[in-house]
């Protein structure tokens, strides 16, 4: 009952929005802006630059909010606006360097350890990786995008964007074991 | 499910529930980057606003014109009956006045 209110005030307010209300795109940006700037700050390596894309993609999206038939998708849709707008700022950044893998073994991880992980941890955890890792196990591990769909938005190809994820998980392995003995550690004393 | 999925699903959980309040000045930025739509949409609503007015203005002028104008007419009306009145009884006085003189000269006659 609760969700379908909420739905049903989303889909008024993107109406208003669609009208050009200046309050109602105030209301929508402000029910948003925290969520999104929380996609756009695991893509970007600062706050800096992650609230540049949140502005920029929150422009884009009231310029094309006509464009949406759908109420419904509207989450989904501003998902993937801010996602779009951080992978073309890190393009006109040319930060990604991506190479391929021969060897393509999976490393074991501990899903247990993220669990005690708090969005910090998360946040430094992503910031760790290299650009192409990052962007690679964001699109794919959280976002939900497929190889292909990565491989087509990023230019690389679809082994290149596998390569990147594992590296990726590699890399996260190590920061996990360490934070996870530097936890106990500190239990510990 | 194996491990890489497990910690997929674990850490997109986490990650997904990650909120950063964005600092003031950022709706600021939105707010001027798309001002040239919404001061479109602002001078259709002055226009609308400045129609209806007027409309108004003109409905209740024409309302004041037609009620003044029944005033005069009903004034002119009111004038006319009293002086139709008046003349009326001026008339009737008169006639009353003559009448009663000529019964006093028949009266007086009669008595020579």
Redesign the interface.
């Known amino acids: 009952m609760q969700i379908k209110y909420i739905k049903v005030e989303t889909a008024r307010l993107i109406e208003r929005c669609k009208?050009?209300?200046?309050q109602a795109?105030?209301l929508l940006?402000?029910n948003n802006?925290?969520?999104m700037?929380?996609?756009c700050?695991?893509y970007m390596k600062n706050?800096h630059d992650?609230?540049d894309a949140?502005?920029r993609g929150?422009?884009k999206l009231?310029?094309k909010l006509h464009k949406l038939e759908d109420p419904t998708k509207f989450s989904f849709w501003m998902r993937r606006i801010m996602v779009n707008e951080c992978l073309m700022q890190l393009r006109k950044k040319k930060k990604m360097s991506m190479t391929e893998l021969t060897d393509y073994v999976?490393p074991?991880?501990?899903?247990?350890v993220?669990?005690k992980?708090s969005?910090d941890d998360?946040?430094k955890l992503?910031d760790a990786l290299p650009t192409g890792y990052r962007t690679v196990f964001n699109m794919y591990?959280?976002e939900g995008f497929k190889h292909k769909e990565i491989a087509e938005q990023l230019n690389i190809s679809v082994n290149t964007s596998k390569s990147q994820l594992i590296m990726a998980?590699r890399r996260l392995q190590e920061q996990l074991i360490a934070l996870d003995s530097d936890t106990l550690n500190n239990q510990a004393k | 499910m194996s491990s890489s999925n497990k910690f997929d699903s674990a850490f997109r959980k986490r990650a997904r529930e990650i909120k950063i309040k964005p600092s003031p000045g950022v709706w600021d930025q939105i707010d001027q980057n798309i001002s040239g739509r919404r001061k479109r949409t602002s001078l259709y609503t002055i226009i609308g606003i400045a129609a209806s007015l007027l409309l108004l203005v003109g409905f209740f002028g024409l309302f004041q014109l037609e009620k003044t104008q029944n005033e005069v007419v009903a004034t002119n009306y009111t004038v006319d009956e009293i002086v139709d009145a008046n003349t009326s009884a001026y008339s009737n006085a008169l006639m009353k006045w003559v009448n009663t003189s000529k019964e006093v000269g028949h009266a007086y006659r009669s008595e020579e």
């Open positions: 009208e050009g209300d200046r795109q105030k940006y402000e802006a925290d969520q700037l929380g996609i700050r695991r706050i992650a609230e949140l502005m929150f422009v009231f310029n999976v074991a991880l501990d899903n247990q993220v669990d992980l969005a998360i946040i992503v591990v959280i998980r």
